[in-house]
């Protein structure tokens, strides 16, 4: 199943092309099942391409699908609503709910059909993927910089989400944590079957975590496919960035 997300449109509804808040976003990216970098300045779009996915915004033109399924297609007015897309968000900031236990926190987001002892174990298994078992009956005020981490990415997953957005909540952590945080993220996406977008300027990072990447400037594609070819920084690897971004070619991830 691949997520795929064409133009992204150029301004945003209800902003004039003149306003400062214009941003002009032309992309076409590919992302299968796996772990997709979307690596590259502030300012680059990266943010902007995950609003879109999520349904949190939508731009003057674009469309955008999962599979069969297309959740936003601008020329025929479509748009489904965020929570019928099953996206999980994760922000930098993270948004814990800090009067909640790290149990009731995960458990949240999942399914409230389900039976409370359903998702009580749904909740708890998700926690302990993240090597966060141990804090189920604490609260966030309790929590170090990187067990609020895992009790984010607890939640994230616990909803069975089709695709997960993490918007660099990695960025605060040391090289080690991150390097751990990589594997569990990878581990738990590949065991979902999901699509997982990863925000980062972290070259590093993007390498450690990232199936493949998308490599983005001024709201285009100027390179995507493995990490290893994207991210070298190579005189003739910058020459073909330059080349590309003068041209403004659109690019795709490898299927």
């Known amino acids: 199943m691949t997520l795929k997300l064409s133009r992204g449109g150029s301004t945003p509804k209800g902003i004039s092309a003149a306003s400062p808040a214009a941003f002009t976003l032309d992309v076409c990216i590919d992302a299968p099942v796996g772990v997709t970098i979307l690596f590259g300045p502030s300012g680059s779009g990266k943010s902007t391409i ?10 003057a033109e674009g469309r955008v699908s999962l599979g069969d ?4 297609d601008t020329a025929r007015g479509l748009a489904w609503p965020p929570e019928k897309r099953r996206v999980a968000y994760l922000f930098q900031s993270l948004a814990l709910f800090p009067h909640m236990s790290a149990l009731k926190n995960v458990a949240f ?8 002892p359903r998702r009580e174990a749904v909740a708890r298994a998700s926690l302990e993927r993240f090597r966060a078992g141990h804090l189920e009956r604490r609260e966030p005020a309790t929590f170090s910089g990187g067990e609020a981490q895992r009790v984010a990415l607890a939640r994230a997953f616990a909803m069975s989400p089709r695709v997960v957005l993490l918007d660099e909540p990695f960025s605060a952590l040391d090289d080690e944590l991150k390097a751990e945080f990589a594997e569990d993220v990878r581990s738990a996406g590949r065991d979902l079957g999901a699509v997982v977008l990863h925000v980062t300027h972290d070259r590093a990072e993007a390498r450690a975590l990232g199936d493949r990447v998308v490599r983005l400037e001024a709201g285009r594609v100027i390179a995507s496919g493995v990490p290893e070819d994207v991210l070298q920084e190579t005189p003739a690897a910058s020459a073909m960035l330059r080349s590309s971004d003068s041209r403004g070619i659109n690019g795709r991830t490898g299927r």
């Open 50 to 59: 995950l609003s879109i996915i999520a349904g949190l915004e939508r731009p």
């Open 109 to 116: 987001g999942i399914d409230r059909t389900l039976p409370k």
């Open 69 to 72: 399924a297309v959740w936003l």
